[in-house]
Every structure is written in structure tokens, then in C-alpha cells.
């Protein structure tokens, strides 16, 4: 079975749900534990930034620019976010152009990822962050 809701529910609107069984004599069953449900709608106001690409490996060590070249096969990135994570749930996303990498540990206004794959001989990559909710909004 499924069920649409009859009604728009509006960002922050917590509703909950029950299900019966009724048959065709009108009785009904005991019901199921509430499922709730909070409806998030809106994505965060709070930005991030990739501050600096540092490399700790190698013969040449230190902070990366844009378009520089390492032989550290797993940089490390740091970065700023414009306001502490107040909502639980809320996290800052890293990728690679398109994919996934994991998430950022974020502490106060400031937040790190270590890079968790081995990267290759002259693999090029684009390192994007963005913060998200509960809802992956």
C-alpha cells in the first residue's frame, strides 16, 4: 500500500502517521507506532570554501593554488564555513567534480578532509564542497 498526501505541507511541518486495517464491516485494527515525518524544503544559508590544498608529501611541501601540480597522492583540504552548524544533520559534502568523496570534519567555523583514495600519476582532479541538511538539501 501507499499514500499521498491530500494536502502541500510547508517547510518545517511536522506530521505524523499511523496506519489501520479496517474491514468491510467498519471495524478497525489496533493502530501502527507513529511514523513522523519533519518536511525541510530549504537548503542552508551557510556557505563553504576550499581554503588551501596542503602538501605534506615529497621533496616540495606547502599550501597548493589552483592548478598547481603535487606528488601528494592524498592532499589535504581545508576551508571556512560561513557559520557554525547549529542543526543537527547539517554536514559539508566534498567531491570531485561530479562524485562523491565523503564528508568534512567541521569544528566551529573551520573544517578539514584528508583525501581517502590514491590518487595516480598526472590524475587531475576538481575539488568542490558544499553544505548540506538533514533532507541532503
Not at 502541500?8 to 506530521?15: A, E, F, K, P, R
Not at 471495524?27 to 551557510?46: F, K, L, M
Not at 598547481?68 to 560561513?82: F, K
Not at 557554525?84 to 567531491?95: I, K, P, Q, S
Amino acid at each position: 500500500w501507499s499514500l499521498v498526501a491530500p494536502r502541500t505541507l510547508s517547510n518545517g511541518q511536522v506530521v505524523a502517521y499511523t496506519a489501520r486495517v479496517v474491514d468491510a464491516a467498519g471495524n478497525e485494527s489496533t493502530g501502527t507506532p507513529v511514523y513522523t515525518v519533519t518536511v525541510d524544503t530549504q537548503a542552508p544559508v551557510i556557505t563553504a570554501a576550499i581554503a588551501e590544498a596542503a602538501d605534506d608529501v615529497g621533496l616540495n611541501t606547502g599550501n597548493l593554488a589552483s592548478g598547481d601540480t603535487t606528488d601528494d597522492n592524498r592532499p589535504v583540504l581545508r576551508g571556512p564555513v560561513s557559520a557554525e552548524f547549529a542543526d543537527a544533520g547539517t554536514t559539508l559534502r566534498v567531491y570531485d567534480g561530479a562524485l562523491f568523496l565523503g564528508l568534512a570534519q567541521v569544528s566551529g567555523t573551520q573544517w578539514t578532509y584528508a583525501e581517502q583514495r590514491t590518487l595516480g600519476h598526472a590524475q587531475v582532479v576538481s575539488y568542490s564542497v558544499r553544505v548540506a541538511d538533514a533532507a541532503g538539501i
